[in-house]
Nanobody, 123 residues
């Protein structure tokens, strides 16, 4: 059973940066797609960014394109989300997700989820 553990969340002022990490363990050899989603209070969980196993293919939500960057370590079991120029509307719980197949932006494409890490951006 794959387990995902996120870290790196916190409180930051608008315009600041944070780097989230997600470490996968247990049965990771089959993992292909990995992604970040986020959920703000009272809203649906939404796609942020995804990355292929090799790291060669990435995909971003329009709202974060050019501000966020997703990357993956050489072993493929740790994924990062570098968040720059943060805005108050980026405040949410950020979730890491992984899939045993090629996956993109739909929640139902992902098989495993982390517990989430809170990101709060103050104005």
């Amino acid at each position: 059973q794959v387990q995902l553990v996120e870290s790196g969340g916190g409180l930051v002022q608008a315009g600041g940066s944070l780097r989230l990490s997600c470490a996968a363990s247990g049965g990771t050899a089959s993992l292909l797609g990995m992604a970040w989603f986020r959920q703000a209070p009272g809203k649906e969980r939404e796609f942020v960014a995804s990355i292929s196993r090799s790291g060669g293919a990435t995909n971003y939500a329009e709202s974060v394109k050019a501000r966020f960057a997703i990357s993956r370590d050489r072993g493929g079991n740790t994924v990062y989300l570098q968040m720059n120029s943060l805005k108050p509307e980026d405040t949410a719980v950020y979730y890491c997700a992984s899939a045993d197949r090629i996956a993109f932006s739909r929640r139902d494409e992902y098989d495993y989820w982390g517990q989430g890490t809170q990101v709060t951006v103050s104005s």
